[in-house]
C-alpha cells in the first residue's frame, strides 16, 4: 500500500498564497493519476484538482485561475499551488491517488481569514 502524507496547511489571509505538497512512499506506480480533494465544514467532499503521469490537468470551475496542481515525479511529490485566496477555500485538503487503485492521505487544514 503507498502511503500519501500532506503538508503545508495554515492560516493565511484573503488574497494570500499557500502551497501544498503530497509526498508518496511506499511501492508506487508511476503512470497514476493523482488529485487533491478538500471538504469544507458542513459541505461534501469535493474534487479540487487532479493530473495524470504526463502532466495533464483537470480543475473544479471555483479554482480555475487560483490554484495550480503539479508533480515532480523524480521526488514522488505532488503539489497545490493556491494563489488569491477566499475564505470560501477554507477546508481540509486531501490528496489521493485517483487512478489506478483510490486512496486518501490523512488531509491538512488549510484556513483563510477575511
Known amino acids: 500500500q503507498v502511503q500519501l502524507k500532506e503538508s503545508g496547511g495554515g492560516l493565511v489571509q484573503a488574497g494570500g498564497s499557500l502551497r501544498l505538497s503530497c509526498a508518496a512512499s511506499g511501492v508506487i506506480f508511476r503512470l497514476n493519476i493523482m488529485g487533491w480533494y478538500r471538504q469544507a465544514p458542513g459541505q461534501q467532499r469535493e474534487l479540487v484538482a487532479a493530473?495524470?503521469?504526463?502532466?495533464?490537468?483537470n480543475y473544479t470551475d471555483s479554482v480555475k485561475g487560483r490554484f495550480t496542481i503539479s508533480r515532480d515525479n523524480a521526488k514522488n511529490t505532488v503539489y497545490l499551488q493556491m494563489n488569491s485566496l477566499k475564505p470560501e477555500d477554507t477546508a481540509v485538503y486531501y490528496c489521493a491517488q485517483v487512478r489506478p487503485y483510490f486512496f486518501w492521505g490523512q488531509g491538512t487544514q488549510v484556513t483563510v481569514s477575511s
Open positions: 493530473i495524470t503521469s504526463g502532466g495533464i490537468t
